[in-house]
């Protein structure tokens, strides 16, 4: 990293919070997990009959370690106790509400108080500082509006750097494109698969963004490869930067990658993070890939005592050349519940779309379609074709990924190439799977 660059972003840092030692930061983590364990069981009934059932109580921690024995919080217990049971204020304390849809059954609903939304925009602010924003910086925000996180969550961030925000929520791509061009953004944050989708219209209607001042991408709530950071970098004209969240911690801004772009750093004065083995459910050393474990050290409303993220991810608590001291995750490879076995190997989409990514006449827009076939599972990809590629060539390239994706990842497969335009656009969250075998 250069010099110029380190101070830069050095000046852009907490200088309190994001640069103590790691005894310190660790000193305040268990202050904060002392009180976050007793108010989580002080105030819902639910942490309080898992403590119990575990045998232990909060005061029993007298090490960050002794968390391993504190019981876990899954979704499930989210949707069991819907929509206000975790809550550990009364409805009437709480200043805002969102929600995540799942795929099935009820939403997820999370709380705020004041504070917590204060928590929450001094880490948005943080996280777009991490990834390169500044004030006086122009922010596009084309996350969703609404009970989804994303829009509010960024644009309360936003503000709080002192930066201007054009709050556009997502959808509408023709006029988004409009109005990043003039009005002048600077920075665009929104799903790395939206993004594609942006450029694409651009380069359709002939508007050259990346000629204009745009410099800055923030992206995150889904999974994204290092293939579509360089496509996206270069046809957008930005750097492209990787955040991490989710609503039942907080929503977008637990984590973020730095310039050095070696992981994200995952704000520690406010969460602490574990990496379990999703079988045994034992932590793991760090620097070992598991399911990521996170509770909350400072949340009032919603206290989340080891909530099972399913995220995949590692831990890397070394030295980072930007100067910040807290840990990074390494960027999140998928779920663990969207992970896909297929005759036995198992498979992420993120991994096929690292296989996609730079091959010659095809386009990064692809969505993985799952169907049985008698006992076994079966995987085709459906990928679309450049619009520059011949009819002719479209086995010869559909032969070619087939291959490689099982020289690479494995799995065998077929490949359908898909005429340009055919696949569904991202508006928000991208669809990579489609899961026929029980329909
Ligand atoms: O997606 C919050 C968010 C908004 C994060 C905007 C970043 C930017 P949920 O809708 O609750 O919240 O979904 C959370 O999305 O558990 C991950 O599986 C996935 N996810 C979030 N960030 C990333 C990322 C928001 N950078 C779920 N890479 C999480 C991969 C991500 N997956």
Known sequence: MSVITRAASAAMFDPVRETMSRDELQALQLRRLVWSLGHACDKVDHHRRA???KGIRPADIGRLDDLRHVPFTTKLDLR?????????????????????????????????????????????????????ARPGDLVHNAYGYGLFTGGLGFHYGAERLGCTVIPMS???????????????????????????????????????????????AVFGAEPWSEGIRSDIDRRLGVR????????????????????????????????LFEIIDPETLEPLP?????????????????????????DITRLMTGPCGCGRTHARLERITGRS???????????????????????DGIVPHYQLVVRRDGAMDHLTVEVEADPLLADGDYSRVGAGIRHHVKSLIGVTCDVVLKNPGELPRSLGKAVRVKDLRNV
């Open 286 to 310: 760090p620097g070992t890939a598991g399911e990521l474990v996170i509770t909350t050290l400072t949340k009032q409303a919603l206290p989340m005592v080891r909530y099972r993220t399913r």
């Open 170 to 216: 997502g959808g509408n791509t023709e006029k988004q494109i409009a109005m990043i061009a003039d009005l002048g953004a600077t920075v665009l944050a929104c799903t790395p698969s939206y993004a594609l989708n942006i450029a694409e219209q651009a380069e359709k209607d002939g508007v050259d963004l990346a000629g204009g001042p745009l410099r800055l």
């Open 51 to 53: 403590f119990a059932a």
């Open 80 to 132: 069991d106790n819907y929509p206000y049971g975790l809550l550990a204020v009364p409805r009437e304390g709480l200043s805002r509400l969102h929600a995540s849809s799942g795929t099935t059954g009820k939403p997820t609903v999370v709380g705020y108080t004041r504070a917590d939304l204060e928590t929450w925009a001094e880490l948005g602010a943080r996280t777009l500082a991490a990834c390169g």
């Open 337 to 359: 519940d969207d992970m896909l076995i297929i005759r036995g190997v198992n498979v992420y989409p993120s991994q096929v779309e690292s296989v996609l990514l730079g091959r």
């Open 240 to 271: 492209a930067q990787d955040t991490y969240g989710l609503s039942e911690i907080m929503g977008p801004g637990v984590g973020a990658e730095c310039p050095e772009r070696n992981g994200l750093h995952g704000w520690e004065d406010h969460f």
